[in-house]
Each structure stands twice: as C-alpha cells, then as structure tokens.
C-alpha cells in the first residue's frame, strides 16, 4: 500500500534551516510528483510548492522563494523539504503528498512533521 | 495566481441534513478541482478529483459538481464523522492554491 513516511518533530531557532523528510513506499516513486503542503496553527492548508520525482523540476510558491529547496533521492524513495532563515511564522505542521496519476490531486498524505520556531 | 473564494467558513448542521459548500475560481479551471476533508490533528484526505469523481473508498453521500470558475461539494447525509473541515483545491497550473476552508460543525 502507497505510504509517506516523514521525519519527525523539530524545535528551531529564527534564522536556523530545517530538512524535512518524506520517505515513499508502496509505488513507483519516479512516476509521481512530490507536493509540501504546510498548516499554521490553527489556520487552513498553504502550498509550498511541487517537485517531480522523474526529473527534479520543481515550482515554488512565491513566498517562499529563496527559502525552500526541494530535492529527491530516487536511490531511496525519499523526497526533501528544506527551509531556511526561519521566522516564528514559520511554525505550523508541514505535509508531503503525492500528486499525479489517475487522480493527478494529492492522493496520498504524509502524517505531518511539526515545525516549532522559537527562540 | 488562481484565487479562490470557498464558503461558507463555518457551517452548524445535523446528522441527516444535506449540505453544501462552494468554491469559486477567479479563472477557469475546467474540472481540474479537488476536494479534501481534514479531521483535527490529521493530515487532510482527498474526496472528489477532476470536480466529481469519488476517490476509491470515499462514500457515496459525497458528491462534487461543477467546472470553470464554479464548483459545489455536497455531502447528501451528514453522518457524525462527516463533522470535520474541508478544503477545495484548483491544480490546473501552478502556483497551486487551496480554499480557506469550511468547517462543518454540530448544531
């Protein structure tokens, strides 16, 4: 069955980088595209961007641009999520997902990694 | 940019009623519109892809409808773990964007 395992909980300073990880299984990991999704406290759904497992391109959200860098490793099914010069704003619950296929919407979610930014 | 406008942000029904929530694009999308539902402390689940297919496993009571810049989620029975927020989602091009979310509360 399609899994997204992603790395856990972290507690940072402003200004510190963090690396998100989100290990696929369960499905041919090329054929897919990797989206980060992130949800502030107590706040809706914000997209960060997308990356291809085939090729590495990938499509930032604005916002983050110059922040946010989103690799793979095909060598072990693993996509990254890193984000730099973090700000208390950047606390909030960060989400992988699968997108493409049939559905070509995210269809599979990983269980979230809490991002605390905190002096 | 894609915006969207969902509404309404808060909806108090009870189990049985038929309800629904609505999401407007700002361009047209054709049919590219997902729905999600997210309980508190999960990840969200896909509903409906391409406007109106159920993903495998959703229950029928769900359905979507709509294309372009118009698009409806209804959910036909409101069961007691329907009780929830739900987002729609446009993927017609990048940057992605999701609705603001409607929750669906008790009343």
């Known amino acids: 069955q399609v899994q997204l395992v992603q790395s856990g909980a972290e507690v940072k300073k402003p200004g510190a980088s963090v690396k998100v990880s989100c290990k696929a299984s369960?499905?041919?990991?090329?054929?897919?595209?990797i989206s980060w999704v992130r949800q502030a406290p107590g706040q809706g759904l914000e997209w960060m961007g997308w990356i291809s497992a085939y090729n590495g391109n990938t499509n930032y959200a604005q916002k983050l641009q110059g922040r946010v860098t989103m690799t793979t490793d095909t060598s072990t099914s693993t996509a990254y999520m890193e984000l730099r010069s973090l700000r208390s704003d950047d606390t909030a619950v960060y989400y992988c997902?699968?997108?493409?296929?049939?559905?070509?919407?995210?269809?599979?979610w990983g269980q979230g990694t809490l991002v605390t930014v905190s002096s | 940019v894609i915006w969207m406008t969902q509404s309404p942000s808060l909806l108090s029904a009870s189990t049985g009623d038929r309800v629904t929530i609505s999401c407007r694009m700002s361009q047209g999308i054709s049919s590219y519109l997902a729905w999600y539902q997210q309980k508190p402390g999960k990840a969200p689940e896909l509903l409906i892809y391409a406007a109106s297919t159920l993903q495998s496993g959703v229950p029928s009571r769900f359905s979507g409808s709509g294309s372009g810049t118009d698009f409806t989620l209804t959910i036909s029975c409101l069961q007691s773990e329907d009780f929830a927020t739900y987002y729609c989602q446009q993927y017609y091009s990048f940057p992605r964007t999701f609705g603001q979310g409607t929750k669906v509360e008790i009343k």
């Open positions: 369960g499905y041919t990991f090329t054929s897919y595209g």
């Open positions: 997902a699968r997108e493409g296929g049939i559905a070509a919407a995210l269809d599979y």
